[in-house]
């Protein structure tokens, strides 16, 4: 029976509140020792990804310039 009480415990408290410090503590939550953040910072690693492309206007072919053309 303590076998589910302490799965049920780790479900209910102990991870709810390790992610709520989490998010609370932000970027300094993590740590990387120096080597590592210079070497992510040289090859551009990051755990985000790359960054989404900048959205270009789309121009309809049916929308009418200033002129009424």
């Known amino acids: ?3 589910i009480t ?6 209910i408290v102990d991870q ?3 992610i709520g410090a989490l ?3 932000g970027r300094s939550a993590w740590y990387a020792p120096g080597f ?3 070497f992510h910072g040289r090859f551009g690693l990051s755990e985000g990804g790359p960054a989404p ?3 270009s206007p789309v121009e309809s072919q049916y ?4 002129t009424g053309v």
């Open 1 to 3: 029976m303590s076998k």
């Open 6 to 11: 302490g799965k049920l415990q780790l479900v």
């Open 16 to 18: 709810p509140a390790s």
């Open 23 to 25: 998010r609370l503590l």
């Open 36 to 38: 590592l953040r210079k």
């Open 53 to 55: 492309a900048p959205a």
């Open 63 to 66: 929308v009418k310039d200033s």
